[in-house]
Each structure stands twice: as C-alpha cells, then as structure tokens.
C-alpha cells in the first residue's frame, strides 16, 4: 500500500470551503485514495474514494491531480460538525487492509 | 452500507486478566480488521481476521496476546490477553464487502488499573 502524507492540521472558517491536501507519490496503478474521517473517537467515517477521475457525492468533492500523486478533499461549506481528524489512504479496491497515517487534525471555526 | 454492532462500548480492566470484544455485522462481510488506537494516536492495525483460519498479524502482534476468531461471514472476536496499563486503548473493527467497500464498528475503549 502506498504511504500518504498530510498536513498535521488545518483551521478553515464555518461556511467556507475546506480543502484538505493529501500526497501519495507512491501510489500504484491499481489504488485508489479513501478519505474517511473520525469525529471524537468514534469509529472512522467513510467520506469518498476516487481512482483518477475527479469524484463527488452528498459530502465532499475529490480532486486527484493528472499524475496521480496528490490529491485534495474539498467540502465545500464546512460547519462546526466536521471537525475532525481526516484521514487520506491509498489502497487496493478488494478488501484490502487499510493503513491509516496521522491524518489531518481539521478544526472549523466559527 | 453494513452496520457493525461493537461490544462492550468501553470497560475498565484489572491488569493480568483478558477482555473479549465482539463485532457482529448486519450483513455478509468478506473481510474483517481489528486495530488498535492508542491515545491521541492514528488506527494501528493488529490483524486481519479470516473466517475458518489463523488471523494474518502485523508485525508487532501475535496471537498469543490477541486471539481472534472468526467462526462465520458476519462475526468476530479480539481478546486482549493478560492484560497491562500498556493496553489502554480503543480497539475497532472494520468489514468490508464487495458492494459496500469498508465499514466500522463504534469502538470499545478499554482502560486497564
């Protein structure tokens, strides 16, 4: 699985667009990135996966740059709820194990 | 998505003894995952639990200190063996199933005295 690397934290404004950096140099042909997210402990929320296209759904937005080396969360009005630590992995599709780094520590401010 | 159902929520433990966590999935799960979270730390993962055979552990675990079981495609066992100040954490477990990707169970934070 390929290493990714975060920022340790970011503040973003309540209303505001959050966007998350995420580099996976490593990452192989065949893995996709995963963003999940964990709110106060509780068990980590999945947000969005993408392989190369640009993806989007009810939460978020994901840009995956051309090369595939980077990637970006976007959730577009952020509020207080999605205060979290945001998790970017780059992993096989078929049930393969998910290696979590640090993550990015999100802080939404009012 | 399946919902996994994590007991106990959270327990406090003397130390020297052992703590058997469950997680029970709504649906069929191809593959499930334990991991430990130490405070303020990132998702550590013990091992991948197979149904019908030996759990496959990261380095660093080893099944004498977490046997798992995984007797069928919807449940799981960790046990925390012998139990030290060392293991205070919060344990998950995750499934994952072709039509729903990976899903996680609401954790059991363990404190050992």
């Known amino acids: 699985d390929a290493k990714t690397t975060q920022p340790p934290s970011m503040d973003c404004a309540e209303g505001r667009a959050a966007n998350l950096p995420c580099n996976h140099s490593t990452i192989s042909g065949n893995e996709y990135v995963y963003w999940y997210r964990q709110i106060h402990s509780q068990g980590p929320q999945y947000i969005i996966h993408g392989l190369k296209n640009n993806e989007t759904n009810e939460m978020a937005s994901l840009i995956i740059t051309e090369d595939r080396k980077s990637s970006t969360l976007i959730l577009p009005h952020a509020t207080l709820r999605d205060t979290a630590v945001y998790y970017c992995i780059a992993t096989g599709i078929y049930g393969n194990k998910l290696v979590f780094g640090a993550g990015t520590i999100l802080r939404v401010k009012s | 998505s399946a919902v996994i159902s994590q007991k106990p929520s959270r327990d406090i433990c003397q130390r020297g003894t052992s703590l058997t966590i469950q997680c029970q999935v709504d649906?069929?799960?191809?593959?499930m995952f334990w991991y430990r979270q130490q405070p303020g730390q990132s998702l550590t993962l013990i091992a991948t639990?197979?149904?019908?055979?030996?759990?496959?552990?990261e380095s660093g675990f080893v099944i004498d200190k977490f046997p798992i079981s995984r007797p069928n495609l919807t449940f799981s066992t960790l046990t925390v063996s012998n139990m030290s100040p060392e293991d205070s954490s919060i344990y998950l477990c995750s499934g994952w199933a072709r039509n729903y990707g990976y899903t996680f169970g609401s954790g059991t934070r363990l404190t050992v005295v």
């Open positions: 649906s069929q799960v191809t593959m």
């Open positions: 639990a197979n149904q019908g055979s030996e759990a496959t552990y």
